[in-house]
C-alpha cells in the first residue's frame, strides 16, 4: 500500500460497501486521501498502518461495533488523539451520549449530507493538526532545554505566541459560523480580563483568562448546524444537544500541558453555570463555580446580548444589556463579580468600542 503522508487522511469504518463508496467519493474531490475498512478488527488495524487524521465510524457493525472500536482508538497512546466522527442512522441521545463518554468527537446522521459532511471533516482537521502541533512543539522543546539551558526563555517566548495565535484560530474555527466570531473572541477576552484585573488577581492569572476565555465555546464544533444556527427556540432535544458542546469542548481540550489550555478546558465545560446552581452541566452552586469561569460568564453573557445571534433578530444596547444582567445578579452571576463589572463600567464601553470590528487591533491588549 502507497500512502501519501503529504495529504490529509480519512479513515471509514462501515460494513455496508454502499456507504463506504458513497462517503469516498465526497471527501475525494476535496483532497483527502481515503482508506477504507468493512468491520471493526480490519478498521483498527488499518488505523495503526496509516495514522489517519480522522476516521469516520458507523456504530451498528457485526463484530466489534462503533462503540468497542470507539473505546479501543482512544484508550490507545498511539491513536487516542484521532478526532472520531460517528456516522450512523441512531437518533436515540443515549446512544450519542454513550458515544461522547467513549471518546467520540462529532456525529454525522445518515444518510450523510456532503456539504455537512466536508465541514466535519474539515473542522476536526484543524483540532487533529493543532494537537499535533503542540505534542510536535512540546517534543522540540525538550530536546531544546536538554541542550541549550541558556535559551529555555527565548524557546518558551517563541513557542507561547505560537500556541496562542492558535488558540485564537481555533477558537474561530470553533464559531466561524458567526458572523461577529473574531470581534466577540477579543471583546470577551478582554472584558473578563479587564474585570480580573480589576479584582485584583495576580498578572499571571490575569493572562492566563485573557488566554483561556475564547475557547470556552470549542465544542461547538461538534454541534449540528441545524441547532446550532437554528432561528428561534431549540425544542427540549434540540436543547440536550446543544448542552453537550460543554462536554465536548472539555474533551477536546483535556490532555494538553499547557496551562492556558488546561483553563480552557475548565471554562468549556463550566461557563453555563449559574450562581444558584440553575445551570449545566453539572449544577455546580457559588464557589463551587471556579472564579476565572464566574468572570468569564458575565463578560460572554454582556458580549452575547449586545451581538448578533441566529437565534435573535436584534442586539441590545450596552444599558440594556447591563440592565439584564444587573436584574439576573446574584442568579445568573456572582455578586461581587458583577459589583467589579459596574465599577469598571466606562473600561467595558470602551474595550466595547475599541473591539466593534474583527478587523481592528490587536488581540491581547489588556496587560
Known amino acids: 500500500m502507497i500512502t501519501d503522508f503529504n495529504r490529509t487522511r480519512i479513515m471509514v469504518i462501515d460494513d455496508e460497501e454502499r456507504n463506504l463508496r458513497l462517503i469516498e467519493a465526497m471527501l475525494i474531490p476535496h ?3 481515503v482508506f477504507k475498512a468493512n468491520d471493526g478488527e480490519t478498521g483498527l488495524k488499518l488505523v495503526n498502518k496509516i495514522a489517519p487524521d480522522v476516521i469516520l465510524l458507523d456504530i451498528m457493525m457485526p463484530g466489534l461495533d462503533g462503540f468497542e472500536v470507539t473505546k479501543r482508538l482512544k484508550k490507545s497512546n498511539e491513536t487516542s488523539r484521532i478526532p472520531i466522527i460517528i456516522v450512523t442512522a441512531l437518533t436515540e441521545i443515549e446512544e450519542r451520549v454513550k458515544a461522547l463518554e467513549l471518546g467520540a468527537d462529532d456525529f454525522l446522521s445518515k444518510p450523510v449530507d456532503k456539504s455537512e459532511l466536508v465541514a466535519r471533516v474539515k473542522s476536526l482537521v484543524k483540532v487533529k493538526a493543532y494537537n499535533d502541533h503542540i505534542l510536535n512543539y512540546q517534543r522540540e522543546l525538550e530536546e531544546e532545554v536538554a541542550k541549550r539551558t541558556g535559551e529555555l526563555q527565548l524557546a518558551l517566548s517563541r513557542i507561547k505566541t505560537m500556541s496562542l495565535d492558535t488558540i485564537f484560530h481555533l477558537s474561530r474555527a470553533a464559531e466561524y459560523k458567526d458572523e461577529d466570531t473574531g470581534a466577540h473572541i477579543k471583546r ?7 474585570i480580573a484585573k480589576r479584582m485584583g488577581l495576580p498578572d499571571e492569572d490575569v493572562e492566563s483568562i485573557l488566554y483561556a476565555a475564547p475557547m470556552h465555546d470549542v465544542g461547538k464544533i461538534g454541534i449540528p448546524d441545524r441547532i446550532l444556527l437554528k432561528p428561534g427556540k431549540l425544542n427540549s432535544e434540540e436543547w440536550i444537544i446543544m448542552c453537550t458542546h460543554t ?21 468549556a465545560l463550566n461557563h453555563h453555570e449559574k450562581w444558584d446552581g440553575s445551570g449545566y452541566p453539572r449544577g455546580l452552586r457559588g464557589e463551587e463555580i471556579p472564579l476565572p469561569v ?3 460568564t458575565i463578560a460572554d453573557v454582556f458580549d452575547a446580548l449586545t451581538s448578533r445571534r441566529p437565534y435573535r433578530l436584534y442586539e441590545f444596547s450596552s444599558d440594556e444589556a447591563y440592565k439584564i444582567i444587573e436584574k439576573t445578579n446574584k ?4 455578586p461581587s463579580v458583577f459589583d467589579v463589572f ?3 463600567w466606562n473600561e467595558i464601553l470602551k474595550i466595547k468600542d475599541e473591539y466593534s470590528n474583527e478587523s481592528e487591533n490587536h488581540f491581547y491588549n489588556i496587560l
Open 342 to 344: 459596574k465599577n469598571c
Open 294 to 296: 464566574r468572570i468569564i
Open 31 to 33: 483532497g483527502y486521501e
Open 331 to 334: 442568579i445568573h452571576f456572582d
Open 247 to 267: 462536554s465536548i469542548g472539555e474533551k477536546i481540550l483535556t490532555g494538553s500541558d499547557s496551562e492556558f489550555i488546561k483553563l480552557g478546558a475548565v471554562i
Open 188 to 194: 470577551m477576552s478582554n472584558y473578563a480580563a479587564r
